[in-house]
């Protein structure tokens, strides 16, 4: 736990900030409308309920605001590349962009349901007090002439018995407003779930962007001005503490008190959100605009495993390793932008991305560049965006962990290793990396063997075999192929890859693996890289809290995970 505040302090403090504000807003709402005079009458009628609606709401509020920042890619890669000489902790918060995006939804979702939850007692009670045939002060507020409703004198929105909950909902711009930005809500959650997400994309990408509708709903939602308090011309005339014991005589000739007059809140949502929603859609049109310019693929390969590599150049398009793009193939979707990480070095004088069969989108993508006798289809590129691979150089130690098609990053990295190496670039920080490559296929080891191999040959010439210490593992093997590797194990290259290191068969025992690197690394800073899935992440995170020393003079690792 030590090691892990150690590396994530800043990350814990943004979250702590972030969770008392919505304490603070909540409490600070909540004791608003509970204790004042102004809403002394609401309360007779509707309770306690009153304060959770609103206090909840005000939470929302803070929450929509938040929830568009995460996804301004453009804004996170401009606050990395000024954020690029600060501490790692300092940088860590823009790593986990998506998971404050989820973390902000998932409060979302609890204080709608809160904030529901609270309306649908307000209503129940709106409802009884209308229909109350004693003499109470809720049954008499709740009658205050409704034919004067434009003059500000009602409180209670249902204005006769015979009108029900379900009729108010659907004619009030409140509840329709509520009503269809809960269902976008919902939508919206339910399809991002990570199953929904990894196998039917275009449901989530499609379903994603009812936030449109969501937002738009949050903006008008506090235009019918439902939840009503006193007016101020109103307790100075009669003030509810000096007034509301004698509610039978109001406006009698020798009372001094009168009817209360009310009015409606001002509408506050569109304060919260305007300011995100303008980033937002300069954000949106920045990446349009980007968009629209001429991309040339300038080679296609398909390689083993169903695997399309695509090389493009585009003008005025600069990369840093480990940036990933969104394309777009019109023909095949005029909407749909499916995120990819480059596999080129900022070296190269063009940028490629390898695309794997996942999907619906992708096979078609594939399909059409597999067609000899038809025109190369049109991509549309958006990018680059920064990821916190941009971060390998920055590391005496790097530990780069890749699985299956996860491994698009750190041939990136790998690549620009290779022509710094070229060009005998003195300023390269980094002293050792660890690669490891975990594939179910041997199909999958063809993609980057060409790179790995030139590796081998130029780290041998200039004699530094011991910079790269790489391991490819595969998971999916029959007796067959284990039987063949093995008989031919005493070749000078593996059977499988055709490099000089064997593959090994099963999955990498990360409790060993690490404590080598710590033993051979005991005052170094590690990085560890992973591009795959979570289990993997899990297992990988705790090894780095683990083996990292409380004392900051020796080895420490750091985790870092692809997020896009």
Sequence with gaps: MGNWLVNHWFSVLFLVVWIGLNVFLFVHTFLKYEKSDKYYYTREILGMALAVARASARCLNYNSMLILVPVCRNLLSFLRGTCSFCSRTLRKPLDHNLTFHKLVAYMICILTAVHIIAHLFNFERYSRSQQATDVSLASVLSNLSHHEKHGGSWLNPIRSPNVTVLHVTFTSIAGLTGVIGTIALILMVTSAMEFIRRNYFELFWFTHHLFVIYILCLALHGIGGIVRGQTKESMDESHPQRCAQSFEKWDDHDSDCRHPQFEGNPPESWK????????????????????????????????????????????????????????????????????????????????????????????????AFEQQHSPVPRIEVDGPFGTVSEDVFQYEVAVLVGAGIGVTPFASILKSIWYKFQRADHNLKTQKIYFYWICRETGAFAWFNDLLISLEQEMEELGKVGFLNYRLFLTGWDSNIAGHAAWNF????????????????????????????????????????LCGPQTLAKNLRKCCHRYSSLDPRKVQFYFNKENF
Aim: aromatic content about 12%.
């Design 272 to 367: 919260w959100i305007l300011a995100p929603v303008i980033l937002y859609v300069f954000e949106r049109i920045l990446r349009f605009l980007r968009s629209q310019q001429r991309v040339v693929i300038t080679k296609v390969v398909m390689h083993p495993s169903k695997v399309l590599e695509l090389q493009m150049n585009k003008q005025g398009f600069n990369m840093e390793v480990g940036q990933y793009i969104f394309v777009k193939c019109p023909s095949i979707s005029l909407l749909e932008w499916h995120p990819f990480t480059l596999t080129s070095a900022p070296e190269e004088d063009f940028f490629s991305i390898h695309v794997r069969a996942a999907g619906d989108w992708t096979e078609n993508l594939i399909r």
């Design 490 to 529: 005493d070749k000078a290259t593996d059977i499988l890859t055709g490099l000089k290191q064997k593959t090994y068969f099963g999955r990498p025992k990360w409790e060993n693996e690490f404590s080598t690197i710590a033993t051979a690394h005991p005052k170094s800073v590690v990085g560890v890289f």
